[in-house]
């Protein structure tokens, strides 16, 4: 249970975390989402104490992490798969992250077995891919077997079957009833992974729902339409709150109309459809949607 | 890395029982000095250092003394000043290894990350930087003093060769074995100091060496007295007045050597207060 009262981040002038609060909940995958520069990492660092609120206050299992007597059993953190030594190997950068709590060597050989390293546990940390640096940041913060995980972009540089170890690793972690706040960019990724989400914008909380209803609220519904009379149709649904996109020859997608109201309106004039597809919204829209006026760092649409 | 494991599905209870402790904390820094190939190599410097300049200046000593007044005919003090100027002639050279092992125990952190996974395992932090230092120290310490002992047997051998003589029972030979290396420990916990300030290898590396090489030089050019009358109380000075003071309390214008350790003491504490104070202030 991750409990954030009031959070206030600022690097001089620049505000990056303004006043949020939210809870995290034990027993489920908490996503935490937002563009680049969204405030998500500066967030995470505070939780663990790596940087200090400029105002309010964040607990973890009701204390602040640094008062913990062993924090690492409460919470296991992934927040920079770079924060290794390059020069010391894998098994010792375990060990030695271990040894602060007294977590002795077999600990430390069953992490690198649950995140596969075995192989390369004893080569330096220098050489290792992205992903095998991942790997060995979630065995860090599995160390103490603690009961809140936070991950920063935890799929960042894996291959697909890491990414579906990582789906299924913090499912099950879930499932055994642990706190699990986890970030990502890939909302396909989140969509699949995580039961709720905070989503993040100019340092600010602009969503703190359930995944099915972030995705409901988020988008309207679309539908498209296939016809020969595609520009008679579209000239029939026209009115202030329906929206009509032509995307190629002949096929329409329609915003504010349900799929039964058009294909009623196309019968009534006698126009026929060859394809009615109500179209299921994405996070990803939803996403969009609900950061599109917070994006930090805003690109040119590809022309 | 094709291998999935599915995690376990009962949370260890073993590894649930333990908790954060300063012995764990020390453990954890003992173990990340030993396991850098830049702690085994500035160790191994430091005692090449030693063994070849004791080699060097007592050779370069026992032939300088045949061509003059038989050696085994000087007074025995003089004989022994000899082997001991000659033993711990490379703590000179060491200090400067020393200094550089203290700033990257720690900006080798800071450079590569390592600081933020030692930070969130210790979020009070200090005890981090305490075990850091007690284990350096006591590392340095032990290696000085393997060096010191290697460059007196190397100094015996020569000097024994033109029958000049110093005992290790003699307190004008061990004290100054034993100071040699303990300036080599408190160099290096000073050096970590800075390090932990600067929070870079080139910056803490250039800061340590400039203190201890330029500093003294650049005094001892300015034309005034008070220039000259601070030269004493540098590290480096103050430093070489443990290891080689005849005297252990002040005596004319030498400091003697407990004076010598109260003013390097204050370097080390006035290093770690302040990089106490700005790691504990400071987003990691």
Do not use: C
Request: aromatic share 6%.
């Amino acid at each position: 249970m991750i409990t954030a009262e009031g959070l206030v981040k600022r690097y001089g002038a620049k505000t990056a975390v303004n006043d949020i609060s939210f809870t995290v909940r034990p027993g489920q995958v908490t996503g935490f989402l937002g563009p680049n520069g969204a405030g998500k990492s500066t967030t995470m660092r505070m939780i663990v104490g790596l940087d200090r609120p400029s105002e309010g206050r964040v607990t973890v299992n009701g204390k602040p992490y640094a008062a913990h007597r062993a924090p690492l059993h409460e919470v296991g953190a992934l927040l920079d798969a770079k924060a290794v030594h390059t020069g010391r190997t894998a098994y010792n950068h375990l060990l030695a992250m271990g040894a602060t709590h007294g977590i002795g060597a077999s600990r430390v050989r069953e992490v690198i077995e649950m995140t596969g390293l075995e192989s390369v546990a004893r080569k330096r940390v220098g050489g290792f891919s992205l992903g095998m640096g991942q790997r060995l940041g979630i065995a860090a913060a599995m160390l103490g077997d603690p009961s809140t995980l936070i991950l920063d972009e935890p799929v960042n540089g894996l291959d697909p079957e890491g990414v579906l170890w990582v789906r299924q690793f913090v499912r099950h972690l879930a499932s055994e009833g642990r706190t699990i706040f986890l970030s990502s960019h890939l909302m396909s990724e989140m969509a699949l992974t995580a039961d709720h989400l905070i989503v993040l914008g100019r340092g600010e909380i602009i969503a703190d729902a359930p995944v099915a209803d972030i995705i409901a609220g988020g988008t309207r519904p679309r539908v498209l339409v296939r016809s020969p009379h595609s520009s008679q149709l579209a000239d029939l649904l026209a009115a202030p709150e329906v929206a009509v996109i032509r995307s190629e020859a002949g096929v329409l997608e329609v915003t504010g109309v349900a799929a039964s109201g058009i294909g009623d309106l196309a019968a009534q004039h006698g126009l026929a459809i060859h394809e009615l597809t109500p179209l299921s919204a994405s996070l990803e829209e939803a996403y969009m949607a609900l950061t599109a006026d917070a994006v930090e760092y805003r690109t040119e649409a590809v022309r | 890395m094709t291998t999935i494991t599915p995690p376990l599905a009962h949370p260890s209870q073993r590894a649930r029982s333990t908790s954060l402790s300063f012995g764990g904390v020390l453990r954890s820094e003992w173990i990340k000095l030993r396991s850098l190939r830049s702690t085994t190599w500035s160790y191994l410097i430091v005692i090449a250092i030693s063994l070849g300049m004791a080699l060097i200046m007592s050779l370069s000593m026992a032939s300088g003394m045949n061509g003059g007044a038989d050696a085994s005919s000087m007074p025995a003090a003089d004989q022994v000043s000899l082997v001991m100027q000659s033993s711990v002639f490379g703590v000179f050279f060491g200090q400067l290894v020393a200094g550089v092992l203290g700033v990257l125990v720690i900006s080798g952190e800071y450079t590569t990350g390592m600081i933020r996974s030692t930070l969130t395992a210790v979020p009070k932090r200090l005890p981090a930087l305490a075990a850091k230092a007690v284990v350096l120290f006591v590392a340095t310490f032990v290696i000085g003093l393997l060096a010191n002992l290697g460059a007196f047997l190397v100094s015996s051998v020569v000097f024994a060769g033109i029958d000049v003589s110093a005992s290790i029972t003699d307190s004008a030979i061990y004290l100054p074995l034993l100071g040699g290396a303990l300036y080599l420990a408190l160099i290096s916990v000073f050096a970590l100091g800075v390090g932990t300030m600067i929070r870079s290898s080139a910056g803490g590396i250039a800061a340590v060496l400039g203190l201890i090489l330029l500093v003294p030089t650049v005094l001892q050019m300015i034309p005034a007295e008070w220039a000259h009358d601070l030269i004493p109380y540098l590290l480096s000075s103050a430093g070489l007045g443990i290891f080689t003071s005849t005297t252990a309390e002040p005596a004319g214008d030498a400091l003697g050597a407990w004076l010598s350790l109260l003013i390097v003491l204050a370097w080390v504490g006035a290093s770690i207060a302040g990089a106490a104070v700005l790691l504990k202030r400071r987003d990691a």
